[in-house]
Structures are given as C-alpha cells and as structure tokens.
C-alpha cells in the first residue's frame, strides 16, 4: 500500500526517525500479480538472514532509482522473519514508484529498504471493526490475524470498485469466512458507513484505510463516537490543516543555532539549506520519516500521521509539512 501512501508508536528502532533511519538491500524473490492493477512482492535477505521485526500496520520505505522513496505497507505474517510481502497498486496518476515496480522491478533484483516503521499500530480492545477500500487492505491483513490469535471478536467491511481488483479475497474467505463482507462498488455501491457507524459502539475500535473520500467520510461518520476510537492511515497530504504561513525561528538545541523560517519557505528547506541531515520520504507529511522531537514551543501540525494526543502533547513534529504556533520552536537537532 502506498502511504504517501503502531503499540505504543511501535517502531523498529524506539523514537522519531527524523535524525537516522539507514537504508539495506534485499532481494526481489518473487512477484505476482494478485488482483487487476496489484502485484505483490516477496523480499528477502540476499544471505537468508532474518529481517527486522514488525509489528501489524507497520509499512516500509523502497528506496528505488532515480531517487524516488516510496512507503508500502507490510502484509505479511509478523511472525516470519525470512521475507516481507507487499502488495503494491499500479497509480497512473502517481510519482512514479507504482510505475517502477509494476515495469521495472524483477525477481533477482535487489532493491534498497528502509524501516520497518509503524504510524498504525493495533491497539488493545474489547473488539474491532477495519473498513478497507481498495489496496487499503495491506495494513489491516495482519491486523485481523493478530486479533483471530487474540480472541478479540472483529469484522471487516471490505470495498473496491470491483471484485477483480480487489486483493486477497480467496484468502479472507478461505480463512475467515463470514467475518468478513465484501462490497464490490459496481455490485452494490458505495460502503454503507451509516449502518456500520451509526450508532456509537464502546470498546470497539475503528481501523480504516483506503482513499481520502473513504477516509473523510469515516472520520465524519464517527464523530460521535468516543475519543481515540478511529484509527487511519493517509494515502495523500491534507490540503485542509493550517492556518495561513507565517514567519518563524528553529533553534538547534545542539548547537544552539537559531533560523528564520520565512512564510514562504518550509522548515524542512531551512534545516537541509542550513546542512541539517533530515531524514525525508514523501516530504508530504504522510509518511513519518522525518519526525523530529520538540523540547520547546508549540508546533502547528498539518500531517496526517500523528494521533490527536500526540499532536496535543507537542512533543514532536514531521518537519516536512508543520510549521510553529509560536514564534520560535526548539528542535532536539
């Protein structure tokens, strides 16, 4: 899944990955075309070693030619070490890195990776309900096999345009049968979320991913719900966070070196024009890569990873898109 395209936040190494986050090759063992548009990979240690553990709703970065990084989610079974798969949706109106695995990549070729990180993390509860749409699926496939091991009751409401696009459907039903209700848009509309969300459900917790329609239309579906209820993974940049660009400073809490961060240019500009070594990915605030601590001020945020306590506690902030409410932050850099 392209995430533009955690418990507790639960990333491979502890901490924002703003600062790090080194790149290692594996190799392309297998690929196969899953769905109409899907294919997914299978990646490998070239010397059979065990990759780095994972955790359900966990994506890493491809790091492919021509500079392009591109987020995709894992889908494996955590508790395989020996490969991670990926289902990877061809965009025709993408950036490009759909077009380069779809065309480019092979089995036998190596490809560089990053992570895994995890901005979606399953959290305990009395029970779930996951709403897919489309390659939204990726994310929540281990979800539903950590919550069957678990004995945590779920269902999950699955949607695409068609049935031959949508992935994995031999498998959910082989494995889950009636848990799970397949909905087919040109078979039977849109997702009735009004049935599913309706009415407020305690102790159930809402894990959604798919496009940015489906995913605001959750968001205002479970507006009465109570807090900390939904969960949701962004495919593409919020364009309706923030108010108007206004001109602030960062200091560099190591160095304490202090920059003007004008109205018209970006935090992260400043940092790298400064020779700031920032880790970044989609450089659209919807991948986490560049997540850096805050030791003081108040950070405007306009990500779409960030949960709302952790926008509240200010204690970080994706310097690629977010800015400052206050006149200056101090960044632990």
């Not at 805050?294 to 204690?315: F, S």
Request: hydrophobic content about 40%; proline content about 8%; charged content about 25%.
């Amino acid at each position: 899944m392209s995430a533009p395209e955690l418990v507790a936040r639960g990333d491979a190494s502890p901490g924002p990955m703003g600062r790090g986050g080194a790149s290692y090759e594996l190799v392309v063992r297998g690929k196969k075309e899953i769905a109409d548009g899907v294919v997914r990979l299978d990646l490998r240690d070239p010397d059979g070693g065990p990759l780095p553990e994972w955790e359900p709703g966990a994506h890493v970065d491809l790091v492919l030619d021509d500079g392009l990084v591109r987020q995709y989610s894992l889908c494996g079974d955590p508790a395989d070490r020996s490969r991670y798969l990926l289902a990877v949706l061809r965009e025709q109106d993408g950036r490009g890195g759909s077009r380069h695995v779809h065309d480019r990549l092979t089995p036998g070729d190596t490809v560089g990776v990053r992570g895994p990180r995890n901005h979606f993390p399953l959290v305990p509860a009395a029970r779930y309900l996951f709403l897919a749409g489309g390659i939204g699926i990726t994310p929540l496939l281990p979800m539903l096999a950590t919550a069957t091991a678990r004995q945590v009751p779920w269902r999950l409401v699955y949607g695409g345009r068609t049935r031959a696009s949508m992935a994995f459907l031999d498998d959910l039903a082989a494995a889950y049968g009636g848990r799970v209700a397949v909905c087919p848009q040109d078979e039977m509309g849109l997702l009735d979320l009004a049935a599913e969300l309706g009415r407020p459900a305690p102790g159930t917790a809402v894990y959604c991913c798919g496009p940015e329609p489906l995913l605001r239309a959750v968001e205002t579906a479970c507006a009465a719900w109570p807090a900390g209820s939904l969960h949701t993974e962004h495919f593409a940049p919020r364009t309706d966070l923030g108010g108007p660009d206004e001109e602030f400073e960062v200091t560099l809490a190591a160095t304490g070196r202090t920059l003007p961060v004008p109205a018209d240019r970006s935090l992260l500009e400043v940092l790298e024009e400064a020779g700031i070594a920032i880790m970044t990915s989609c450089t659209e605030g919807t991948c986490g890569t560049c997540e850096t601590p805050v030791l003081d001020g108040v950070p405007e945020h306009r990500d779409t990873v960030l949960t709302e306590t952790e926008r509240a506690a200010g204690r970080s902030i994706l310097v690629c898109v977010s800015r400052s409410r206050t006149p200056r932050l101090v960044l632990d850099l």
